[in-house]
Nanobody
């Protein structure tokens, strides 16, 4: 019913930058917010950042505060994750996700829709 498509992943050096995009489509898309999650190699999926569509409230994991910035384009149903000062521990598969309604976008278990992921690799 709802499709999420991430793009922008790739290879970066430590200290470099990448910008991820997530475009949502589908008639049933009515999430109040959208979140970004990542799964580092050998670790569990973890919350990265989220933003609400109407108020633009932002939330960040402590590990990325001051380095990552989430933004949105409501007309395009698109959210962006600007990642600066990348570290090797930022490596992993990045997913955008959304609840079907008012689920907390910081909680992976509350997400109903997921993109297929985009790989981010940060070398030292």
């Amino acid at each position: 019913q709802v499709q999420l498509a991430e793009s922008g992943g790739g290879l970066a050096q430590a200290g470099g930058s990448l910008r991820l995009s997530c475009a949502a489509s589908g008639r049933t898309f009515n999430s109040y917010a959208m979140g970004w999650f990542r799964q580092p190699p050998g670790k569990e999926r973890e919350f990265v950042a989220a933003i609400s569509w109407l108020a633009g409230r932002t939330f960040y994991a402590d590990s990325v505060k001051g380095r990552f910035t989430i933004s949105k384009d409501n007309a395009k149903n698109t959210t962006f994750l600007q990642m600066d000062n990348l570290k090797p521990e930022d490596s992993g598969v990045y997913y955008c996700a959304a609840p079907h309604g008012h689920g907390d976008p910081r909680n992976a278990w509350a997400m109903d829709y997921w993109g297929q992921g985009t790989l981010v690799t940060v070398s030292s």
